[in-house]
């Protein structure tokens, strides 16, 4: 910020190539901060109002330090969460899942909608402050295929505790429930029904999904899964990442459901589980390393 020959202030903000979104993934990047911090730094960097005051400090670091045109992104994300109609735990889970679970609303005596609009007002506060005549206009739906992956992605962690609707499992138990009668049937819609399911859902499921799933589980099991956001595979993963995968798996991860799929999604053996978790004679104690390169030395055999 800097004054002119006539007195008025001027703002400059940082234009980073690198910035796309100034929303609510920018802010809940800053989880870990306060992490790594020394007592001492903390004591001297931290404001004092403790952790509430230094996520709201990053609500209004947004504004002074970006354009306007990113940093208004912040307001639309806040209120499309708070005006919307998910349940408020299914606000909760989500933040902690952003934030690794390092601030707890609920700690602080908030539930995550007051959160939010804690949040909204130190940053249309910030706004207000270079912009007196500031209205925050009201959220505009996203439309943008890449930005509602994104917004998948960044859930996946805490998906399997994200509450879904009854209605949505109803109409997924539904269309399950007449897929699996057409094959049953043997109509010839079925392959087309499975294709428009996969779609609404993002999954890949295949004819054997549905004509068998009463082996394993039942029918609102599946419809629960189908519901979770499917596990694409991840660009350029690296070895060490996979084995990083199959190290949280061995440990027994309260997130081993979603690191199963991530495996499964990037690598071609079949049955990577079972040498994981139940391994042939030959890779009994071996290395994480070792189990990934079995996995992704796998090849089909060409019939």
């Known amino acids: 910020m800097a004054e002119n020959d006539e007195g008025d202030v001027e703002y400059e903000f940082r234009e980073d190539i690198y910035v796309e979104d100034v929303g609510l993934t920018w802010v809940t990047s800053s989880w870990d901060l ?6 001492e730094d903390a004591e001297r960097y931290l404001p004092k ?20 045109s990113h940093a208004r992104q912040l307001g639309q994300d806040v209120r499309r969460l708070s005006e919307s109609a998910l349940p408020d735990e299914a606000i909760r889970t989500v933040w902690l899942g952003a934030t690794h679970g390092c601030f707890d609303p609920a700690e602080h005596g908030m539930d995550a909608r007051t959160w939010l609009r804690r949040i909204e ?30 917004v998948l992605e960044a859930i ?15 109409e997924l138990s539904g269309e399950i429930a007449r897929i699996a009668g057409l094959l049953a049937g043997g109509s010839g819609d079925a392959d087309q029904a499975i294709t428009a399911f996969n779609a609404m859902t993002g999954h890949a499921y295949g004819a054997l999904d549905f004509a068998e799933y009463e082996g394993s589980r039942s029918l609102e099991e599946f419809a629960r899964e189908a519901a979770r956001p499917a596990r694409p595979p991840v660009a350029d993963i690296t070895r060490r ?16 459901d979603y690191y199963l799929r991530l495996l499964e999604a990037n690598v071609s ?8 978790f139940s391994p042939p004679d030959g890779l009994r104690d071996v290395s994480e390393e070792e189990i990934v390169g079995e996995a992704v030395q796998y090849r089909p055999i060409a019939l």
């Open 156 to 170: 996946h962690p805490v998906a399997n505790d994200l509450p879904v609707c009854r209605e949505r499992l109803d």
């Open 269 to 276: 053996h079949p049955r990577v589980g079972d040498l994981v």
């Open 34 to 39: 306060p992490r790594g911090l020394s007592p």
């Open 241 to 256: 990442e996979l084995a990083e995968i199959v190290r949280r798996l061995r440990e027994g991860s309260l997130e081993s």
């Open 121 to 150: 007002d130190a940053w249309l506060a910030a706004v207000c402050r270079i912009d007196p005549a500031f209205v925050p206009p009201p959220p505009r739906p996203v439309t943008e295929r890449a930005l509602r992956q994104a």
């Open 49 to 68: 109002g403790g952790p509430v005051e230094f996520w709201l400090g990053l609500a209004e670091l947004a504004v002074e330090s970006f354009d306007r």
